[in-house]
């Protein structure tokens, strides 16, 4: 099974600042056929499922704002927010879909600093 | 509106068995591979099995393989989920999701049901 670890655990970030997080995955998620990452970024809020936010490693989901932004390829990825907004305040968690089982990581949980 | 709504959830003995059911609506479920995730405190999120439009295809984790079996009625845009021989392990928040259709991600997912085996 592929094993997606994300880094760090959590991380507290001042309102307007930039926070970064981090995963990787124990193998390629890329698929040569087309040249697309299989990977995912999901916001879960407390009480609420979670939210797909972007798809192919960096595609934003329709109505998703643009301060969110997903980069990297193949084993290594990032989900940054440009600006932290009071209600960013959630667990986020990448996910391949690449290989099954599909897989996640362990989640981030991010804080106003 | 898409929605998934998911019903069936409660408290088990071990050994027990459940079915869990989601009611979709707002889409053409038919075409859809729909799928179960769980989240329980100590595991996280944990993709449990997923199965094809048309029903002919389904593909489930190790751990439930042999116990839980993966079904839907297209007819009735619901998808199901047979849980027996249950362990405290499965104790978890069982989440119906809409794959979304260009790879894998997950784009819809219902607000969950709870099973407790204990």
């Known amino acids: 099974d592929i094993v997606m670890t994300q880094s760090p655990d959590s991380l507290a970030v001042s309102l307007g600042e930039r926070a970064t997080i981090n995963c990787k995955s124990s193998q390629s998620v890329l698929r040569t056929s087309n040249n697309k990452s299989y990977l995912a970024w999901y916001q879960q809020k407390p009480r609420q499922p979670p939210k797909l936010l972007i798809y192919w490693a960096s595609t934003r989901e329709s109505g998703v704002p643009d301060r969110f932004s997903g980069s990297g390829s193949e084993t290594d990825f990032t989900l940054t927010i440009s600006s932290l907004q009071a209600e960013d305040v959630a667990v986020y968690y990448c996910?391949?879909?690449?290989?099954?089982?599909?897989?996640f990581g362990q989640g981030t949980k991010v804080e106003i600093k | 509106e898409v929605q998934l709504v998911e019903s069936g959830g409660g408290l088990v003995q071990p050994g027990g068995s459940l079915r869990l059911s989601c009611a979709a609506s707002?889409?053409?479920?038919?075409?859809?591979?729909m799928v179960w995730v769980r989240q329980s405190p100590g595991k996280g999120l944990e993709w449990v099995a997923n199965i094809k439009g048309d029903g002919n295809e389904n593909y489930y984790l190790d751990s439930v393989k042999g116990r839980f079996t993966i079904s839907r009625d297209n007819a009735k845009n619901s998808l199901y989920l047979q849980m027996n021989s249950l362990r405290a392990e499965d104790t978890a928040v069982y989440y119906c999701v809409r794959d979304a259709m260009r790879g894998g991600d997950f784009d819809v997912w219902g607000q969950g049901t709870t099973v407790t085996v204990s």
């Open positions: 996910h391949q879909y690449h290989h099954t089982p599909r897989t």
């Open positions: 707002g889409f053409t479920f038919s075409t859809y591979w």
